[in-house]
């Protein structure tokens, strides 16, 4: 059979929301080694040994940092997809996640199929399309509401208003967006 320097496949795990670490992900991988599987576990931008000194456990301070978290993990998932297949040629190549990690696992396969010379399996569960699904779901309490209202980088009235732009800015970053933006990346610069 194939071994670790051949393998059949090679998986990379993405994060849930706050998941600093790698147990979870780690259980995954080796009942995944028991079929020939390589994997690869990510630590996000902005959590674990990642996370800046100033950022106060996995809650990211700003809403600018938490999109930067998100593509950050999109695009070096990417990236590492494309080192992969050079590595691996002959290897199933996939991007899995649970919640957030499906989120970011669906979009990183989205641009993975702009820059990857394979084609990329995606296995996402429990995910959403967008990072939206903060604000209705049950992390909707984790949210700091007063320090958005209060710091003035959502210029509201109020509670309601913060809540819809936030909503807007938020649901914005979905998936088929993604696509489109990643295609035309894909196309290269227009010329004039």
């Known amino acids: 059979g194939r071994g670790p320097e051949d393998p059949e496949a090679v998986i990379v795990h993405l994060p849930a929301t706050g998941e600093e ?15 020939g599987c390589c994997s690869v576990i990510l630590e996000a931008a902005f959590y674990g040994s990642r996370r800046p000194s100033s950022q106060d456990g996995f809650y990211i301070g ?6 930067y978290h998100g593509l950050s993990i999109m695009a070096e998932t990417a990236a590492i997809l494309e080192v992969l297949h050079e590595r691996y040629p002959r290897a199933k190549l ?32 429990v995910g959403g399309e967008s990072p939206a699904v903060l604000l209705t779901g049950m992390m909707r309490h984790d949210i700091a509401w007063e320090q958005l209202e209060a710091d003035g980088t959502i210029q509201t009235q109020g509670r309601a208003e913060t809540q819809d732009r936030l909503f807007e800015v938020m649901a914005a970053m979905n998936h088929w967006r993604l696509a489109k933006a990643s295609k035309r990346f894909a196309q290269g610069p227009a010329v004039s």
């Open 62 to 67: 700003r809403v600018t940092d938490y999109m």
């Open 21 to 35: 670490g790698y147990e979870g992900r780690l259980a995954q991988a080796r009942r995944l080694a028991q079929h």
């Open 94 to 125: 996939c991007v899995t996640g649970f919640s957030f990690g499906a989120a970011m696992a669906t979009g990183a396969a989205v641009l993975a199929g702009t820059t990857c010379k394979a084609p990329v399996a995606c296995v996402p569960y």
